[in-house]
C-alpha cells in the first residue's frame, strides 16, 4: 500500500512536538517502509519538515530523507494510484473516500501505534498457483502503466472451499491487517448464479471494512483467464490438446464471451451431457455446440437419447462382467466427454512454465479476459506495492 500522511498531522506534530502518539505512529510508519513492506509518502514541504525533526528517530530520519531525495521518482504515485492510505488526525477513524475515481482509505494514526497493521498485505486466494499467476497478471500491468520500478511485496494465504470464507471473516475480525481476497464466480452459462464458495464469502463480507478487500474474479474459474497463446503452451499433450482447440473452434465461431462459462479442466462428460436438467445450461451448451459444429441442433436432443441409451448399455456390460468376475480393463463409457477439458493441473503446468520472457498485450487476450486482467493488475499493484529495503 502506499501510505500518505496528510498535512494536519505536520501541522499538529510542529505545533506539539512532544506529541507521543504522533511520534510513534510516524516511527512506525517510517520502519515499514524502511523494511520494504509499503510505500510511504508526504507533501513535498512535509517531508523537508519530518526529514530533521529532531524528535523521531535516526532510523525514522534517515528513511525520510531518502523520501524527500527520491521525490522526483514517487512524488506522483499518490495523483496515479486508484487506491491508497491516507493517515489522518482524527482519533478512531476507519473509513472510505471516493475521490475523482480513486478510493482512499482514510486510516487514524490510533491504528499504527503498534506495528501490526503495518506488515505486508495479505493475498487470499484457493493455492499458491493462482496467487502466482494474479502476481504475473499484476507485473504485465505495472509494465504497462510505467511502474515496472516499484516492487511487490506481500504474504500468502490460502483458503479453499469453505476455508476461504472462514479465514477472511478472522482476517476481518482482527483489523491487523490489510487483506486482498479473490474468489472467482463459478459460473457456468449465461445469468448463472455465483458459486457456494463466493456466496460464503460475500455473507463474511455483508458489512465491508476498508483493510480488507473482495475481488470477485467474473469468470468460472482462475483457468478462463488464461491467455489462449498460454493454453496452447500448457497444452501439448494430446488429450489436453483437444481442450485447447475446442477453445479455438469458439473463438473462430464468435463464442468469445462463452469461454468464461467453459470448464476448462474438465471439460463436458458424456455423463454430464445427458444427466443435465437446467434448461439455460442445456441452452448455452447447445449454441456452442452447434455453431462449433460438433452437433446440429436438431440433433442435440437426438443425440443426448443415443448417448443415454449407450451409457446405459456400457453399465449394464461393465455389471454383468463384475458378476462374472472376469479381469479386463474397462475404458468407463461416462469418462469420454463431448468436450475435452485440459488437465486439472492446467493452472499449475502453465505456472511451472518460465514465463519471465512472456510478453501479454491486449490483443492476446479476449475481451471479457482482458476486463479482469486490468481489475486484478490495478489491485494488486495498489494494495501490494512496496520499496526496496532502505539501509540506515
Known amino acids: 500500500m502506499l501510505f500518505y500522511i496528510s498535512p494536519q498531522i505536520i501541522s499538529s506534530l510542529i505545533d506539539n512536538p512532544e506529541n507521543k502518539r504522533i511520534i510513534d505512529a510516524i516511527d512506525n510508519l517510517a520502519f515499514s517502509r524502511r523494511n520494504g513492506y509499503h510505500l510511504l509518502t508526504a507533501d513535498y514541504s512535509d517531508l523537508k519538515i519530518l526529514k530533521s525533526f529532531e524528535k523521531l528517530e535516526r532510523k525514522t530520519l534517515s528513511v525520510f530523507n531518502f523520501i524527500f531525495q527520491t521525490w522526483s521518482e514517487i512524488g506522483s504515485l499518490k495523483n496515479q494510484f486508484k487506491n491508497y492510505v491516507e493517515i489522518v488526525l482524527e482519533p478512531n477513524i476507519l473509513d472510505i473516500k471516493n475521490e475523482n475515481g480513486k478510493k482512499i482509505i482514510l486510516l487514524s494514526i490510533d491504528y499504527i501505534q503498534n506495528f501490526e497493521l503495518l506488515n505486508k498485505t495479505k493475498i487470499l486466494a484457493e493455492n499458491q498457483e493462482e496467487i502466482d499467476f494474479y502476481i504475473f ?20 494465504l490460502m483458503g479453499g472451499g469453505d476455508t476461504t ?11 491487523k491487517s ?31 471494512i476498508p483493510l480488507c478487500e ?21 497444452c501439448q499433450d494430446f488429450n489436453h490438446k483437444k481442450g485447447y482447440e475446442f477453445i479455438i473452434k469458439m473463438k473462430d465461431a464468435n463464442l468469445d464471451e462463452g469461454i468464461k462459462y467453459l470448464d476448462f479442466k474438465k471439460g463436458i ?32 436432443d437426438k443425440n443426448r437419447e443415443i448417448i443415454k441409451t449407450e451409457l446405459n448399455y456400457s453399465f449394464a456390460k461393465i455389471q454383468d462382467i463384475k458378476t462374472n468376475n472376469e479381469q479386463i480393463n474397462i475404458d468407463f463409457f461416462n469418462e469420454t466427454n463431448i ?28 475481451q471479457f479476459q482482458l476486463e479482469e486482467w486490468i481489475k486484478i493488475g490495478e489491485y494488486i499493484t495498489f494494495w501490494t506495492c512496496s520499496g526496496s529495503h532502505i539501509a540506515s
Open 137 to 156: 497478471i499484476s507485473n504485465l500491468y505495472k509494465n504497462k502503466k510505467g511502474f515496472r520500478h516499484i516492487p511487490l511485496n506481500y504474504y500468502p
Open 165 to 175: 470464507a472462514q479465514v477472511f471473516k478472522t482476517e476481518k475480525a482482527q483489523k
Open 178 to 208: 490489510f487483506c486482498l481476497c479473490f474468489a472467482d464466480k463459478d459460473i457456468k452459462y449465461p445469468n448463472c448464479e455465483i458459486g457456494q464458495t463466493l456466496k460464503k464469502i460475500e455473507t463474511e463480507n455483508e458489512i465491508p
Open 214 to 234: 473482495l475481488l470477485p474474479i467474473n469468470v468460472r474459474e482462475i483457468e478462463n483467464l488464461i491467455p489462449l497463446k498460454l493454453v496452447e503452451k500448457a
Open 269 to 300: 462428460s458424456l455423463k454430464k451431457f445427458i444427466e443435465l436438467k437446467n434448461t439455460e445450461y442445456l441452452q448455452f451448451l447447445k449454441e456452442i455446440l452447434t455453431k462449433t459444429n460438433l452437433l446440429t441442433e436438431i440433433d442435440f
Open 339 to 366: 468436450i475435452y477439458g485440459m488437465g486439472d493441473n492446467l493452472l499449475n503446468r502453465l505456472m511451472n512454465e518460465n514465463l519471465n520472457n512472456e510478453i501479454i498485450t491486449d490483443s492476446d487476450l479476449l
